[in-house]
């Protein structure tokens, strides 16, 4: 498809219109951050214990906010972690990133750098190879907006 230059023009103006406007992002809910917790989880309700989640308690760009999470495992054949999920609750989608373990990862920690549209909690989910399930939560306070804030 290829544009001439009076269509170009017509996108432009249309886009910068719709910036213009003041369009609102729709950012998740409480309820819609539950139901992608009860999704990965497969219905379990998560316990707190066993994992960490580090992050500031002050964000001074919510562009780039890092975060790290930790579970105690002995990461063995019988007993480990296979995924944790880190979500942000008040972002326009609550899933952040989700990370896959083995026993032959021997430790399970990972970190990541994230955006967070306004204050909010970042919540850490690890689901374990019996079943079970771990979170954490930390509201982050974020001074200058991210994705859409």
Known sequence: MTLNRREA???VAGAAAFAVSGAKVAFATADETRKAILAFTG???????????????IA????????????????????????VAILA????SPAVATFHF????????????MRLAKTQN????????????????????????????
């Open 60 to 83: 001074e760009n919510g562009n780039t906010v890092p975060v790290s999470v930790s579970v105690e495992s002995p990461m063995t054949a019988e007993d480990h972690v296979e995924a």
């Open 122 to 149: 970042v919540i850490a989910v690890a689901r374990m190879k019996d079943g079970s399930v771990f979170m954490d939560t930390k509201e982050v306070k974020v001074t200058i907006g991210g994705c859409g804030g």
């Open 43 to 57: 219905g379990a309700e998560p316990v707190e214990g066993k994992i960490t989640l580090d992050a500031p308690e």
């Open 102 to 113: 083995t026993a032959m990862s021997g430790e399970a920690m990972a970190s990541t750098r």
């Open 89 to 92: 609750e008040g972002n326009p």
């Open 9 to 11: 023009l017509a996108v």
